[in-house]
């Protein structure tokens, strides 16, 4: 029998183990490690980590990664429930010392983008040397944005899921598999 977890008012069944997880995550941080070889103590990249979905797939990254980093965070948010409300909310701001840097966003999930639209845009105006995105999760059927994902570890449907950091109404982030509404 399949297991499954309440949260709220939902069911959800079981849709990506974790295993399946950790080696995407270890391919895609086998690119990062190519593609960041020469940073150095003097230039490090700037992990910028999405909070409060992206803290998971960080801490996986943070493992694997062998190259010289600073880890910051941010929160910008636009969901409300189990969808987009299309509005950008920024909660805990960007790190403002990053002009000249390179930095890396972190993100759990890109679905319509428009978080991480938003966010390219204040990296922007911070004068940031290069900034590119790692993202956990990618919906591609919904992103139709023209900013470039650098690095996506899966795709998926445009399903609802919580698990790995993902959440519906904050339950859910520290199941190790990730889940889908059972409907």
Request: charged content about 30%.
């Amino acid at each position: 029998m399949e297991k499954k977890i309440h949260l709220h008012d939902k069911t959800f069944k079981k849709f990506i183990p974790n295993e399946d997880i950790e080696k995407a995550i270890d391919v895609v941080a086998d690119r990062l490690n190519q593609d960041y070889a020469d940073a150095t103590d003097d230039d490090p990249v700037v992990m910028l980590c999405t909070l409060n979905g992206a803290v998971i797939f960080a801490a996986e990254l943070l493992k694997r990664i062998q190259f010289p980093l600073v880890l910051k965070a941010c929160k910008l948010s636009s969901y409300l429930g189990t969808s987009s409300t299309g509005v950008v909310k920024t909660e805990v701001p960007l790190p403002s010392h990053l002009e000249g840097k390179r930095v890396l966003v972190v993100e759990d999930i890109v679905d319509t983008g428009g978080t991480i639209v938003a966010m390219m845009e204040q990296l922007k105006s911070l004068q940031v040397r290069d900034a590119r995105v790692c993202t956990l999760l990618l919906k591609k059927e919904v992103y139709k944005k023209d900013v470039k994902l650098d690095y996506v570890a899966m795709e998926i449907p445009n399903r609802f899921i919580v698990g790995f950091g993902l959440d519906y109404d904050e339950l859910g982030r520290n199941i190790k598999d990730i889940y889908v509404i059972d409907e």
